[in-house]
């Protein structure tokens, strides 16, 4: 009795392994798509935009949080 509990017990353990494997999986998956779907994003801006403005845009940004933080 105690050897088919045992058993019993083991095969429960596989089964909530499996299951949380695939909870994972699917979690990864899903983050993965919306990372390519960003990647598209930006790389659709970048395009509209051109490297050279998008890298200004970011270089103005940076200084405006820079003369934020030296005001605090």
């Given at each position: 009795q105690a050897l088919?509990?045992?058993?019993?017990?083991?095969?429960q353990s596989r089964d909530m392994l499996l299951k949380n494997q695939q909870a994972i999986y699917a979690r990864?998956?899903?983050v993965t798509q919306r990372q390519?779907?960003?990647?598209?994003?930006?790389?659709?801006?970048?395009?509209?935009k051109g490297k050279a403005g998008?890298?200004?845009d970011i270089k103005a940004l940076y200084k405006d949080e820079?003369?934020?933080r030296e005001k605090i």
């Open positions: 088919d509990r045992t058993e019993k017990a083991v095969g990864l998956d899903a390519e779907k960003i990647f598209s994003y930006i790389a659709s801006y970048i395009d509209a998008l890298f200004d820079k003369n934020k």
